[in-house]
């Protein structure tokens, strides 16, 4: 059987997926942006057609590959209501199995993965890549006053990079093996938009905002945000940790309606919005009417 005709398997995809930062590299892997084997291909890399599991890899996460080495995506898990988690903060787990592999792959595709002070204290989350392929992102901490306890497993394990961002006054403690302290030199410098050219300026161009509700509302309410995937669930808390929360439009057309896909993870419905015309310049949704910078108090 020829490489014309022989299907890629989903597992070289998703290797080809990794490596992806733009359309030329895509272009060399023989894939297109609606998911196909594309173009002439290039020496080593013939255009092939896909398995099926091969297509929907490229057809979830090509259009974030094409979208280049800068850019800024956030992921949050909901129940149909719009919660995270319980009011106790029990988030164990909200969506399904398909999607905590979806949370992965996202992290493989990314240069950082960022959370803020409350996430990183109530859930003590491990951030590294184990439910595919792919490298570890490093893991950055938001964490103006300093109060995540240093026994966090992101402090101890040693399990990848960690960049413990920490505002003026705070003076850390003894930190373990690759954790390196970042202080920042006041709460303004804490805003999303500048967060994310400094992480940019340290090599760090394609962060993963994952939580939580909070930090995920911060970045979106500033425009820092490129895309959103919105996992829900079919299932009713009645209330708990709110997912995103920003001031609304009284005016229903003024509302945020970005471009969407929809996609089925098991039970669960995945939502990605983008929120950033492609090639990076601002869409008329990063500014709508009812969204505003957010306060430089409001710290994760």
């Known amino acids: 059987m020829s490489a014309a005709t022989d299907p890629l398997g989903a597992a070289a995809t998703w290797e080809s997926l990794l490596g992806i930062r733009g359309a ?3 272009a060399a892997a023989g894939l297109r942006s609606d998911g196909d084997a594309g173009g002439p291909g290039t020496a080593g890399h013939p255009a092939r057609a896909l398995s099926p599991a091969a297509a929907e890899l490229a057809e979830r996460y090509l259009p974030l590959c094409l979208a280049g080495p800068r850019v800024v995506f956030a992921q949050l898990g909901q129940s149909l209501d ?4 319980t009011r106790t903060g029990d988030a164990d787990y909200v969506t399904g199995e398909e999607d905590r592999r979806h949370l992965h792959r996202l992290r493989a595709l990314a240069d950082a993965v960022l959370v803020g002070a409350g996430t990183a204290v109530a859930d003590d989350p491990r951030l590294t890549v184990r439910a595919c392929a792919g490298p570890d992102p490093v893991r950055v901490v938001l964490d103006p ?10 402090f101890t ?4 990079p960690t960049l413990w961002v920490v505002g003026p006054g705070v003076v850390p403690e003894r930190v373990g093996d690759g954790v390196e302290v970042l202080a920042l030199p006041d709460r303004d ?4 938009g500048r967060l994310r050219a400094t992480l940019a300026a340290r090599g760090l161009g394609r962060v993963l905002v994952e939580g939580g509700g909070v930090t995920v509302s911060r970045f979106l309410r500033a425009g820092a945000l490129d895309r959103l995937y919105l996992t829900v669930a079919p299932v009713l808390l009645g209330d708990g940790v709110p997912g995103l929360r920003f001031p609304g439009t009284p005016v229903m057309r003024r509302a945020l309606r970005p471009p969407v896909r929809r996609s089925v993870l098991g039970e669960d419905t995945l939502f990605e919005l983008e929120l950033r015309a492609p090639g990076g310049g601002p869409d008329v949704a990063d500014t709508p009417q009812g969204l505003s910078d957010p306060d ?3 710290t994760p």
Do not use: E, H, L
């Open 24 to 26: 030329a590299q895509a």
């Open 82 to 85: 719009g919660f995270i988690a």
């Open 145 to 154: 006053r300093g109060r995540v306890p240093r026994s966090r497993r992101v």
């Open 157 to 160: 394990d040693g399990a990848a």
């Open 189 to 192: 410098a804490f805003a999303p």
């Open 296 to 298: 430089p108090s409001d």
